[in-house]
């Protein structure tokens, strides 16, 4: 989590940096053989949390994880 926390971290200066004034909605990381997916959670509740997803990347749809994982977070009671 620790890692994680540090990608999100760098990613929100880096954009800070730059001016984006925008919300992350997910941080995709490919490997060789995996996704993982970054996903900050939105509600006040839940501000500094997020989901982390990992998924074998010969099975997985990606638009499909990233459908899922928008859900998982909405429905997500903090």
Partial sequence: AA???N???AK???MKN???NEAIED???TLGTQ???IRPVT???GKG??????LDKSKANLAMARHKLRQIETGLAV
């Fill in 27 to 29: 941080v995709l990381i």
């Fill in 43 to 45: 509600s006040e509740s």
């Fill in 18 to 20: 730059l001016g984006i």
């Fill in 7 to 9: 990608v999100l971290r």
């Fill in 12 to 14: 929100y200066d880096t």
């Fill in 35 to 37: 996704i993982h997916m």
């Fill in 49 to 54: 949390l997020f989901i982390y997803l990992a």
């Fill in 3 to 5: 890692g994680n926390t």
